[in-house]
């Protein structure tokens, strides 16, 4: 299964990107700015990441069982 990488390492990477733009959203609302779409649009991409990564586990979940009958 370690052939593609860890997974836990790219969502670490992948996970910077919110990181920063919660903090930005943060900062806004602090000012009393409206950042509802901004929050959804963040939402948004939390649930596409976390369905990317229930496929890549069981991408390599399955790889990990046809290695294991070769």
């Known amino acids: ?8 390492h790219h969502a670490a990477i992948q996970k910077k990107p919110f990181s920063s733009l919660e903090k930005t959203i943060n900062r806004l609302a602090a000012r009393g ?14 649930e596409e ?11 390599l979940r399955v790889n990990a069982e046809v290695e294991s009958r070769l």
């Not at 299964?1 to 836990?8: I, L, N, R, T």
């Not at 700015?33 to 939390?46: I, P």
């Not at 990564?53 to 991408?59: D, F, P, S, V």
């Open 1 to 8: 299964m370690k052939q593609f990488g860890s997974f836990e």
């Open 33 to 46: 700015e409206d950042v509802t779409s901004e929050r959804l649009e963040l939402k948004a991409l939390q």
């Open 49 to 59: 990441l976390a369905l990317k990564t229930a496929c890549l586990n069981l991408i």
